[in-house]
Each structure stands twice: as C-alpha cells, then as structure tokens.
C-alpha cells in the first residue's frame, strides 16, 4: 500500500539557505515531498494557498511579509498546515510570538540536520491533529521552544 507524501515548502530570502534547507532534509525517510521555495511572505503565502503543505518551514525575517504575519495569516484563512521557524533571532519576543501562532518549532541559524529532522518527525507526527488555537498553547509547549533564546 502506497502513502501518500506529505507536502512541504521552505521559503527563506537568502536561496541557499532555501537549498540548504532542502539538502538537510530525509525526504523518502520521513515520507515527505518538496514543494518548493519562496523568498517572501507574500509569495510564501500564494505558494501555501495554491499548494496546500502540511508543512512549511520559514525564516521569521523576509522581505514584504515577516514569517510571523505569514503564520497569522494562514490561521485566519484556515488553512491546516504545521510551521516551522528558522531563525537567526535568539530573542525571547520572537519564540513568544511564535507561540502565540502554535507553531511546531524554532530552529535556531546555523540549522542543524538533526534538529532539523527531528523537528520534520514531529510535525509529521501533529499534522493528523489541527494547529491548535493560540488560546489553547500552554505553558507546558514553552520549553522545546524556547532552548538556546536570550531573555
């Protein structure tokens, strides 16, 4: 019985972070399939509308949309999918507004294969479960997110 894939898309502004990104990544592995890249929020955005991935790992820094607007805006429109934040950023309000978005990860500049992965493993894992409501995220979820940040 064949599964099928999960869709994933990596948007950063810098292209050979996005190729970076793509290289790290077990695909057949961890059962997911590129979608492709953005080098914005908007067109991060447009991508994730007209693709519709489970997972999308994104810079919070881009230019035109910031990642944390960009996860605000597809919760509104309801799209289901898991983010995960790379960031070169290690201050706290960064995390706590990641947060706030219930993202699945922030992953700390230079990226790491095997934190990268891990975090993929657990994205698949929630993708079977709907983001849940920033109201709902509790402090329990703070810690995995919040290693290695400057208070």
């Not at 953005?38 to 810079?59: F, M, S, W, Y």
């Not at 657990?122 to 849940?132: A, E, F, T």
Request: aromatic share 8%.
């Amino acid at each position: 019985m064949l599964t099928e894939k999960m869709k994933v898309l990596i948007a950063d502004d810098e292209c050979l972070i996005c190729e970076l990104i793509k290289k790290m990544i077990c695909w057949d592995e961890l059962g997911l399939e590129f979608t492709g890249f953005a080098h914005n929020g908007q067109e991060l955005l447009q991508k994730i509308q007209e693709h519709r991935p489970a997972i999308v790992i994104t810079d919070i820094s881009m230019p035109v949309m910031d990642g944390i607007e960009l996860i605000r805006q597809t919760r509104y429109l309801n799209i289901p999918c898991r983010f995960i934040i790379v960031s070169g950023y290690k201050q706290f309000e960064y995390a706590h507004n990641a947060l706030k978005y219930a993202v699945d990860d922030y992953i700390l500049k230079p990226i790491s294969e095997t934190e990268l992965n891990q975090a993929l493993k657990k994205s698949w894992r929630n993708c079977g479960s709907s983001p849940p409501l920033a109201a709902r995220t509790s402090l329990l979820s703070i810690p995995s997110i919040l290693v290695n940040l400057s208070f």
